[in-house]
C-alpha cells in the first residue's frame, strides 16, 4: 500500500495591491495540496517516520493529541493505508464516555483504538518518552521528532529548486504549533534566506528552545536563520478572533485559496501586518500553507480516503514492500 503524495507541491504567486504598495512579494507553497486525508506539514512530518515504523517492522502507530488533532486524524489516515494499527492516546478522560466529535470519528473510522487519559496524567506521557509497547512505533504529540524536521526540511529543499535564485531577499514563513515545521523549513533553506514561524498559542517563550532542540536532534546543530513572531496567536490555540475571520474570509474569496483557520490564517495575518508595518519590504515572502480547513462536519464525506490524487504529476511516497 501507498501513502503518495504530489511533490512537489505548487508554488502559487499572490496577485495583491496592498502587498505591492509594500514592496512585499508573496507567493503560496501549497502543502495544502499535497494529500487528501494526510494534509499539510502532517504528512511531510510522517512520512520519515513511517518509512522508519515500516522499516523497523512495527504492527501499530501510536500517538498523542487533543479530541480535534489534526495529528491523530493523520496518524489513522496514514497507519490505515499502509496497513498497520493504529492506537490513539486522547487528552480528557471524561470524553471516553460522550458521543465522538467529528474528528475522533474519522480517526476511529480509519481503525484507531482510542484511549482517553485524565488531563493531569496526559501532559506527562504525550512527549511518548515514557511508552513502551510491543511492536509499536511511537509518535509523540504534533508529530515533531528528529525525523520530522528532516520531513519537513525536503519543504525548503523543493522551494529551492522552485524558485532557483532563493537567498537573502527570501524570507518563509509558516505558523508554529510544537515547531517541528518551521525547524525543518529553516534548515532546508539555502543561505541567506530566513524563515520566519507564526506562533499559534500564546507565548511563555518556550517555543524557541524547542525549535532549537528539535534542529539538534535532527541535525546536531541549530541553523540560527529563524525567528518566531509572538504577536498573531489572536487570543491563544483555536481562538479566531472575528477580525481574524474577517480576514481570512475576505483572502479566500479574493484568491481562491482556502484558508486553514486555527494555524495558516494567523501566519497569513502576520504577513500582512509585518508588511503593512514596514518589516518586510523589498522581501520575497513564501506562506507555507501548512494545511486544509477542518471539513465542515455537516457535510458528507466527499471522497473515499485515498481515492483521489492527480495522476499528471510526478509521485513520491512511502511504500510497504
Ligand atoms: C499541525 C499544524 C501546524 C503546526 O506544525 P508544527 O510542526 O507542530 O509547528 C501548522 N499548520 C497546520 C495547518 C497544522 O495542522
Given at each position: 500500500m501507498l501513502v503518495p503524495a504530489d511533490l512537489p507541491t505548487p508554488l502559487t504567486v499572490v496577485d495583491d495591491p496592498e502587498?505591492?504598495?509594500?514592496?512585499?512579494?508573496?507567493?503560496?507553497?501549497?502543502?495544502?495540496?499535497?494529500?487528501?486525508?494526510?494534509?499539510?506539514?502532517?504528512?511531510?512530518?510522517?512520512?520519515?517516520?513511517?518509512?522508519?515504523?515500516?522499516?523497523?517492522?512495527?504492527?501499530?502507530?501510536?500517538?498523542y493529541g487533543g479530541a480535534y488533532s489534526t495529528h491523530v486524524r493523520a496518524v489513522a489516515a496514514a497507519a490505515r493505508a499502509l496497513g498497520l494499527e493504529s492506537v490513539g492516546v486522547i487528552r480528557g478522560a471524561e470524553l471516553a464516555g460522550m458521543p465522538r466529535n467529528w474528528s475522533l470519528a474519522r480517526a476511529e473510522?480509519?481503525?484507531?483504538?482510542?484511549?482517553?487519559?485524565?488531563?493531569s496524567v496526559?501532559?506527562?506521557?504525550?512527549?511518548?518518552?515514557?511508552?513502551?509497547?510491543?511492536g509499536h512505533f511511537v509518535l509523540p504529540e504534533g508529530g515533531s521528532n528528529a525525523a520530522a524536521v528532516r520531513g519537513a526540511a525536503v519543504v525548503a529543499e523543493e522551494l529551492a529548486a522552485q524558485l532557483p535564485d532563493l537567498g537573502a531577499r527570501d524570507v518563509v514563513c509558516c505558523a508554529v504549533g510544537t515547531g517541528g515545521t518551521v525547524a525543518g523549513i529553516a534548515a532546508g533553506l539555502p543561505s541567506g534566506a530566513q524563515a520566519l514561524g507564526v506562533a499559534v498559542l500564546r507565548g511563555e517563550g518556550y517555543l524557541e528552545r524547542e525549535v532549537a532542540t528539535l534542529q539538534l536532534a535532527a541535525?546536531?546543530?541549530?541553523?540560527?536563520?529563524w525567528r518566531l513572531a509572538h504577536d498573531w496567536?489572536?487570543?491563544g490555540y483555536g481562538r479566531v478572533p472575528e477580525?481574524?475571520?474577517r480576514f481570512a474570509a475576505r483572502f479566500e474569496s479574493r484568491h481562491g485559496v482556502p484558508v486553514e483557520r486555527r494555524y495558516v490564517a494567523k501566519?497569513?495575518?502576520?504577513?500582512?501586518?509585518?508588511?503593512?508595518?514596514?518589516?518586510?519590504?523589498?522581501?520575497?515572502?513564501?506562506?507555507?500553507?501548512?494545511?486544509?480547513?477542518?471539513?465542515?462536519?455537516?457535510?458528507?464525506?466527499?471522497?473515499p480516503p485515498?481515492?483521489?490524487?492527480?495522476?499528471?504529476?510526478?509521485?513520491?511516497?512511502?511504500?510497504?514492500?
Open positions: 502587498l505591492a504598495a509594500a514592496g512585499v512579494e508573496l507567493r503560496l507553497k501549497r502543502d495544502d495540496l499535497a494529500h487528501p486525508t494526510v494534509p499539510g506539514n502532517k504528512w511531510r512530518k510522517l512520512a520519515p517516520n513511517l518509512e522508519r515504523a515500516v522499516a523497523d517492522g512495527c504492527r501499530a502507530l501510536l500517538t473510522r480509519d481503525g484507531m483504538a482510542l484511549e482517553f487519559v485524565e488531563r496526559y501532559r506527562e506521557i504525550a512527549s511518548g518518552r515514557q511508552e513502551r509497547r510491543a541535525y546536531g546543530r541549530e541553523s540560527g536563520n496567536h489572536g487570543g477580525e481574524l475571520e501566519a497569513l495575518s502576520a504577513v500582512y501586518g509585518l508588511a503593512r508595518a514596514g518589516e518586510l519590504t523589498d522581501r520575497r515572502v513564501t506562506l507555507v500553507v501548512t494545511g486544509v480547513p477542518d471539513p465542515d462536519p455537516e457535510a458528507a464525506p466527499a471522497a485515498f481515492a483521489g490524487g492527480r495522476p499528471e504529476r510526478g509521485r513520491s511516497g512511502v511504500s510497504r514492500s
